[in-house]
């Protein structure tokens, strides 16, 4: 007998910076989309496969991509297939300095496109990054 998962995401707003004005932007931009409730679910199961996985810098930064997208899930949102690294950069300059979050985009990219080595720099500001939005975003 399969068992359905259950998932309860827990958003500590009492840590989170205020999101509203940003959300409803990129929703205008149509960078989101309005969320279905099964959304959610998704990805925290995909978020849970990648924590299985090995810690390498792109598994790393998809992790992160997932808690973005889990807070965006838990406020109604989703992101759209339009740009999803820049609506990913928007929400995480939120929580560190832009050009940090940026610094990590161009790492991710130049080491997924042209194999180049991940500096030790971005791991810190991707590890800092996960830190931040944890505090704000826990499932069970």
Request: proline share 5%.
């Given at each position: ?8 995401i ?6 989170m910076p205020?999101?509203?004005?940003v ?11 309005t969320a279905?409730?099964?959304?959610i679910?998704?990805?925290v ?5 990648l924590?299985?996985?090995p810690p390498?810098?792109?598994n790393r930064?998809a992790?992160v991509?997932?808690?973005v ?6 406020k109604g ?5 339009k ?7 928007v ?13 990590v ?10 194999q180049?080595?991940?500096s030790?720099d971005c791991?810190?500001?991707l ?10 975003v826990?499932?069970?």
């Amino acid at each position: 007998m399969a068992h359905r998962l259950q998932i309860r995401i827990q958003v500590n707003n009492l840590k989170m910076p205020d999101l509203s004005n940003v959300i409803q932007l990129l929703y205008k931009e149509e960078y989101l989309q309005t969320a279905s409730p099964a959304e959610i679910n998704r990805e925290v199961t995909a978020l849970v496969r990648l924590q299985r996985k090995p810690p390498t810098f792109q598994n790393r930064y998809a992790i992160v991509f997932r808690y973005v997208s889990i807070l965006l899930l838990s406020k109604g949102y989703a992101i759209t297939g339009k740009s999803p690294h820049k609506t990913f950069s928007v929400i995480a300059a939120q929580f560190m300095p832009e050009e940090c979050i940026q610094k990590v985009v161009k790492c991710r990219h130049q080491n997924k496109y042209e194999q180049s080595p991940v500096s030790s720099d971005c791991y810190e500001i991707l590890d800092k990054l996960q830190q931040e939005i944890q505090k704000v975003v826990q499932y069970f």
